[in-house]
């Protein structure tokens, strides 16, 4: 019987690399072409100098709350990364996926996966390990490859 291929999605709000496993012993490759880069400047130099106002009928005018442009970009990078995953899942490359990210991407990514690749996840480690070493990565992930 074949090992299951795992794939390690190792992402944040602005980058994300993925790397493979494929049988005990064999260590952690990077998977090559899956490395993102999103350029998300600062909101600052994203929206307007000042948040619009409001007149508001006898109350007097009040500031509109800005969009968080940095926000949105991010939660946009998190689909993009989703659906890589899809497209190559549906390829068959993988047969389980571990995703390491800190807490909030962890959620944009949940909620951008598809019901297929969401059924592949097996773990997920809410860290930012985007700029680990490959030796970092697979002590993160030593517990959950041999399950």
Not at 63 to 90: S, Y
Not at 128 to 140: E, F, G, P, Q, Y
């Amino acid at each position: 019987m074949k090992a299951p291929t795992t794939w390690i999605l190792i992402a944040d709000g602005g980058r994300a690399k993925v790397m493979r496993h494929t049988a005990a012993g064999q260590g952690l490759s990077p998977v090559p072409g899956l490395v993102f880069e999103n350029d998300n400047p600062p909101d600052r130099e994203q929206g307007t100098d000042r948040p619009g106002r409001l007149d508001d009928a006898g109350v007097g005018r009040s500031a509109v709350q800005e969009t968080d442009w940095h926000e949105i970009a991010k939660t946009r990078f998190a689909g993009q990364v989703a659906k890589t995953m899809e497209k190559h899942l549906q390829k068959g490359a993988f047969d389980r996926l571990v995703v390491i990210a800190p807490p909030k991407v962890l959620g944009d990514l949940r909620q951008q996966f598809n019901h297929l690749v969401a059924d592949k996840l097996v773990a997920d480690i809410p860290k930012d390990l985007t700029k680990s070493t490959d030796d970092v990565i697979a002590k993160a992930v030593d517990g959950v490859l041999y399950v």
